[in-house]
C-alpha cells in the first residue's frame, strides 16, 4: 500500500515496487491529465511537480513521492471556476494543437514562473526544452509563458502560483 | 462534446424536443428522403453534414472529421453558421458517429474530381459512383487536408444555407409577409416593416416540414460574418484544463491494460514464448502468442510492461533478417539502373523531347539525391481499448478513420458492421499514421481473448519500430540549360508513386520534361506522412531548381518567377515573400538564406529560411518567413497555426529525422535516437497568408514540404555545401566553414 497525496486529496494504492508515478497517477487515481510519451524522460509529458519542483513522472517511482505533495494539471487551477494564469494564458495565445503535450508544457511553464516570474527567451528556452510538442507550438507556448509573466508582474494582488 | 448513439440521429426528422435537424432524414433503405432535396433532385446523393437547433436556440453542427489539432470542428462550424447567420456564441458541436451514412463522399469526391465542375445532366451519375466508391471504401478520413476543401465548402455551407432559407421560407409561410423582406442576424429572423421577430428555435418546427431547397443561395465572401475571423476555438479550453480525452485516456469499467512486442522484423513470425506466468510476477493475466507478436494483459500497464521485458522471445528468421539501410539504398540503385537500362520506368509526365534537348544543352546539371524513412512519432503513442462481448465489439481510439476502423473489426471478427461500435477520442497526433487500423486489429485481436475490456498501450519504442513509414529512396535529377541559363530540359527518375498523383510535377516553365518512375519491392511498411509523395517531391524539386539557378547565376528567387510567369498566384507569394523576408537584404558571414515554394492540397506556400551555420557545423534556423495563399483562409489563426506546425514537423524531419534498418528491423527507439525539434532549435516563424479568391486549399500539410529545401537552400547559400542527402545531421559542414576576419 502507498500514500499520496495528490492534489491535496489523500489516495491509497495498490502498487508493485517500482512502478513510475505516472501509472499510479493515470490508472489507480484516474488522474488521466496527465500524459505517457516516452517512458524514459525525454518528452516531457508526464510532468507534474513534486513539493512545487517539476518531475517526470515516468520515471519517479511512486514509492519516493510518498508524504510529498504531489500537483498535477488538474490540481493548478486556484479553484473549480478559476483557471491558474498560465493556463488563461495558453488559451488566450490559442497554444494548444493537438493538445496532447499541453499538460506537461503547463507544469513546466507554471514551475519556471514560479522560480523566475519574469524569464528572458533563452531562460524560457532552456527550461522548456525538455518538453516536446509534435504540432510544433513552441512559438505560441513562448508568447503564452511571456503573457502569463506580464500578468503576473501587472497584478501583485494575484493569488500566489503553486 | 456529446457522442451520438446510432439510435438518436437515424430517422429522426424532427427530433421529440421539436429540434430542427437537417440532413437527417435518412432511414435505411430508403434512398431518396437520405437526399432531402439538398443537392440533386433524386437519387445518389447523400448530404453528410448536419445541423440541429434545439429548443433553447442553441445550433448544433455535426462534424464527420476528427479533431487532431487542426481546429476542424471550429472551422467546419463556422462555415456551417455563417452561412446560417447563426448567433455565434450559440453554437455548439459534435462529432458524428462512425457509420455509414456519415461516409465521408465528399471527401472522396475532391480527392478523385479536384474541384472539377461536371456538366449538369452528369452529375446525378457521377455523385452514384462516388457514393458507391465511398461507402466501399469505408471513407470518413480526416486527412488530404480536406475538410475544408471538401466538407466545409461542399457539406457546411450548403447545409447552413438549405437551413437558412427554410428558416426564412417558415416565417414568410407564418407572417404571411414576402421572403425578400425578411432579415435573418443572429438565430433570429426578423421583419422590420410589420416589426415581427422570432428566433430560429420557435420557427424550426414549422421549417421542418419546408421542402429543402435544391440550390441554397450560398453567400458571397463580402457576405461573411464568420468565415475570415479567428474566434476562439472550441476543443482549447479541455486541453489546458487536462480534462480533453484522448484514446489514451480512456477507462472502461472493468477493464485491463495491455501491451505488445512485434516481431523486431516485420513479417517474421513467433518461434518460441513461454506464455506461463511467472509465480512473482504481480498483476499479470495472461501472456498471449499472436504469432507475430506477444501481448500482455496484467492490471495496469507497467505490470504488463514489466512482464514482457521478461520474456524470452524466440522469433523466426526471415529473408530480410540481415537487412541493413545501406543494403536497401544499394537496392534502390540497382532498380534504378535496370529500369533505366531496360526502359521500363512508368511514365510520370512527358513533354517534348527530353533527350535531345540535353544533348543539346549548353550546360547539364546533374544529381542524386536521397531521403531516409521517416516515423510519425506522434505524440500520444498508438493506443486502442476494445471490449468483445456477445457476439459485438466495441472500440475507444482516437482515429482519423474510424469508418475503416469498424470495417476493420467486423472483419476480423467476422460479425456485421452493425455489431461494431468505435468511440472515436481526440487524437494526440495523427499526420497520417492514425489512418490506419493495425494498432486497432491488434486490440481486438488480444480482447477477444478474454471478457472484459482490455486498453492496448504501445510503448514509445513499439510505436517507434512499428510505424508504416514515409519511404526512404533515391532520385536522379538532370537538366539542361540554353547559353542565357534558361532550363530547356528536365529530366527526373524516381521511385515510388503514391499520392496525391501530381505530386512530382514540375511547376516551373520548362519545355522539355521527362518524368519517371519505378517501383522496387521494400519489406518496410510505408504509411501516409504528412502531406504525403509532397514531402519527398517538396526537396526533390525545389533542391534542384536551386541547383539551376546556381549553375545559372540567377538569384534564386527571381529564378522561380521567370519560370512561373503563367502561375499569377506563383507570381504574388514570391513578391510578397521577396518583401516579408527582406530577401534582398545582407546577412552576416556563415549566415544564408533559401527559398523554397510548392502547391500542394490547393494551397501555395513558399517560405524563406535564415540559417546559421557555427564553426562547429551547426545549423541554427533562426527564422521563418511564410507566405501562403490557401485560396481563403477561413480561420486565419487556425491557418497560421498549422503552417507553424507543419513547418516545425518538417524542420524535425529535414534536421534529425531517420529511421535507419539495421539486421532487418527498425534500428532507433525512442525521442533520443529519433530526435524531433525542441523549443531551443525552433525557428520563429511569420506567416502571411493571401486571400487570392481560389477555392478553400489544405491548411494541415502544405508548410511541411517546403521546410526542408528553403533550409539546405539556406545552407548552401551559407556555405556552398548542396546537401542532397536528409537529414541535414549527416553532413559534415565544419570544413565549409568561411573564415571570418
Ligand atoms: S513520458 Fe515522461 S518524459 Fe516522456
Ligand atoms: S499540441 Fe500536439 S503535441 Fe503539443
Known sequence: MINLTI?????????????PLLWVIREQCELTGTKFGC???????????????????????????????????????????????????????????????????????????????????????????????????????????????????????????? | ??????????????????????????????????????????????????????????????????????????????????????????????????????????VAKG??????????????????????????????????????RFTGQQGMRIAGAAAKAMLLQAAADTWKVPIEELKAKKSTISHPASNQTATYAELAPAAAKVKAPKQPKL???????????????????????????????????????????????????????????????????????????????????????????????????????????????????????????EASLSEHYQ??????????????????????????????????????HDGKCEIWCGSQNPLGVMAAVAELLDISLDQVTVHNQLLGGG???????????QAVAIAKEVDFPVKLIWSREEDTQHDLYREATISRMKAGLDQSGNPVAYSHQFLFKHHPPEAADLPYAVPNQLIQFTSPSSFVPWGNWRSVDHSVHGFLTESFIDELAFAAKKDPLAFRKSLTQDKPRFQKVLDLIQEKSDWDSPLPANWGRGIAIAQSFGSIVAEVAEVE?????????????????????????????????????????????????ENGAVAQSNFHDYQVTRMNEAPKIETHIINSGNPPGGAGEPSTPVIAPAVTNAIFNATGVRIRRLPISKTDLRVSIRQTT
Open chain 2, 111 to 148: 480527392f478523385i474530381a479536384g474541384n472539377k465542375t461536371f456538366p449538369k445532366f452528369l452529375e446525378e451519375t457521377i455523385d452514384g459512383v462516388f457514393l458507391t466508391a465511398v461507402k466501399t471504401m469505408n471513407f470518413q478520413i480526416t486527412g488530404g487536408s480536406a475538410s475544408v
Open chain 2, 431 to 441: 499526420f497520417g499514421r492514425r489512418s490506419e487500423t493495425d494498432v486497432i486489429r
Open chain 2, 219 to 341: 453567400k458571397t465572401r463580402d457576405e461573411f460574418t464568420l468565415m475570415g475571423t479567428s474566434p476562439a476555438r472550441l476543443d482549447i479550453p479541455a486541453k489546458v484544463s487536462g480534462q480533453a480525452k484522448f484514446g489514451m485516456d480512456m477507462i472502461v469499467p472493468n477493464m485491463k491494460y495491455a501491451t505488445i512486442k512485434a516481431a523486431p522484423v516485420f513479417g517474421a513470425k513467433v518461434k518460441s514464448v513461454d506464455t506461463s506466468i511467472p509465480s512473482d510476477s504481480e498483476g499479470v493475466l495472461k501472456v498471449l502468442n499472436l504469432e507475430n507478436a506477444v501481448a500482455v494483459i496484467a492490471q495496469g500497464y507497467w505490470q504488463a510492461k514489466s512482464m514482457l521485458d521478461r520474456l524470452a522471445i524466440k522469433f523466426e528468421s526471415t529473408e530480410n533478417d540481415g537487412k541493413s539501410q545501406e543494403d536497401i539504398f544499394n537496392g534502390y540503385r540497382l532498380a534504378m539502373d535496370k529500369a533505366l537500362e
Open chain 1, 39 to 162: 517512458g524514459i524522460a525525454q518528452c516531457g509529458a508526464c510532468t507534474v511537480h513534486v513539493d512545487g519542483k517539476p518531475i517526470r513522472s515516468c520515471i519517479t517511482p511512486a514509492t519516493s513521492v510518498e508524504g510529498k505533495k504531489i500537483t498535477t494539471i488538474e490540481g493548478i487551477a486556484p479553484d473549480e471556476n478559476t483557471l491558474h494564469i498560465v493556463q488563461q494564458a495558453w488559451i488566450e495565445e490559442q497554444t494548444p494543437q493537438c493538445g496532447y503535450c499541453q499538460s506537461g508544457q503547463i507544469m513546466s511553464a507554471v514551475a519556471l514562473l514560479n522560480e523566475n516570474p519574469a524569464p528572458s527567451d533563452e531562460e524560457i528556452e532552456q527550461a522548456m526544452s525538455g518538453n516536446i510538442c509534435r504540432c510544433g507550438m513552441y512559438g505560441r507556448i513562448k508568447s503564452a509563458i511571456k503573457r502569463a509573466s506580464a500578468a503576473l508582474q501587472a497584478s501583485t494582488s494575484n493569488p500566489q502560483l503553486r
Open chain 2, 613 to 661: 551555420v557555427n564553426v562547429e557545423g551547426k545549423v541554427k534556423v533562426h527564422r521563418v518567413v511564410c507566405v501562403a495563399d490557401p485560396g481563403f483562409a477561413i480561420h486565419p489563426d487556425g491557418f497560421t497555426a498549422q503552417m507553424e506546425s507543419g513547418i516545425i514537423y518538417g524542420l524535425a524531419a529535414a534536421m534529425t529525422g531517420e529511421i535507419t534498418i
Open chain 2, 1 to 106: 462534446m456529446k457522442k451520438w448513439t446510432r439510435r438518436a440521429f437515424i430517422g429522426t426528422g424532427i427530433l421529440a424536443s421539436g429540434a430542427l435537424v437537417i440532413g437527417v432524414a435518412i432511414r435505411p433503405g430508403n434512398r431518396s428522403s437520405k437526399v432531402a432535396g439538398l443537392i440533386a433532385e433524386e437519387g445518389e446523393t447523400v448530404m453528410n453534414i448536419w445541423l440541429k437547433i434545439s429548443p433553447d436556440n442553441t445550433v448544433t453542427v455535426i462534424i464527420p472529421h476528427a479533431e487532431m489539432g487542426q481546429g476542424v470542428h471550429t472551422t467546419l462550424a463556422m462555415m456551417l453558421a455563417d452561412e446560417l447567420d447563426a448567433d455565434w456564441s450559440k453554437v455548439k458541436f459534435m462529432e458524428a458517429p462512425a457509420d455509414k451514412e456519415y461516409a465521408n463522399y465528399v
Open chain 2, 351 to 388: 513533354s517534348g523531347d527530353a533527350h535531345s534537348a540535353l544533348s543539346g544543352a549548353e550546360t547539364v546539371v546533374e544529381a542524386e539525391y536521397q531521403l531516409p524513412f521517416l516515423a510519425h512519432a506522434t505524440m500520444e503513442p498508438m493506443n486502442c481499448t476494445a471490449w468483445v
Open chain 1, 7 to 19: 492534489n491535496g486529496k489523500e489516495y491509497s494504492v495498490e502498487a508493485p515496487a517500482g512502478m
